[in-house]
């Protein structure tokens, strides 16, 4: 399977940026997708994730409220919209995808298989 993510870029502070991460090569619509994002010296942190069906997502609490997973099955891609965007956001972020995950996994990048090479979004204050 391979993941590319695309979409990132240089934005503004309160600005918005769509990542989209498309899939080939696997049954994109059977598996969960999750965004993690990593910054410089830090560790890779969960972002967002949504299930299979779309029905179910999660989201760390830091994006709460900005951010949504919407997911196309037809086109084999999740996004990631990112609203509000603050300077906070700025990171390499990674999708990826994973046969099952639930409330107690979600968040857990081991639980992942598949992984995107990354998109850098940055956002200037």
């Known amino acids: 399977v391979q993941l590319q993510a695309s979409g990132g870029g240089l934005v503004q502070a309160g600005g918005s940026l769509r990542l989209s991460c498309a899939a080939s090569?696997?049954?994109?619509?059977?598996?969960?997708v999750g965004w993690f994002r990593q910054a410089p010296g830090k560790e890779r942190e969960f972002v967002a994730a949504?299930?299979?069906?779309?029905?179910?997502?999660w989201y760390a609490d830091s994006v709460k409220g900005r951010f949504t997973i919407p997911r196309d099955n037809a086109k084999n891609t999740v996004y990631l919209q990112m609203n509000s965007l603050k300077p906070e956001d700025t990171a390499v972020y990674y999708c990826?995808?994973?046969?099952?995950?639930?409330?107690?996994?979600?968040?857990?990048?081991?639980?992942?298989?598949?992984w995107g090479q990354g998109t850098e979004v940055t956002v200037s204050s």
């Open positions: 990826a995808t994973a046969p099952f995950i639930y409330s107690g996994s979600y968040y857990n990048p081991a639980k992942y298989d598949y």
């Open positions: 090569g696997r049954t994109f619509s059977s598996y969960a």
């Open positions: 949504i299930i299979s069906s779309g029905i179910t997502t």
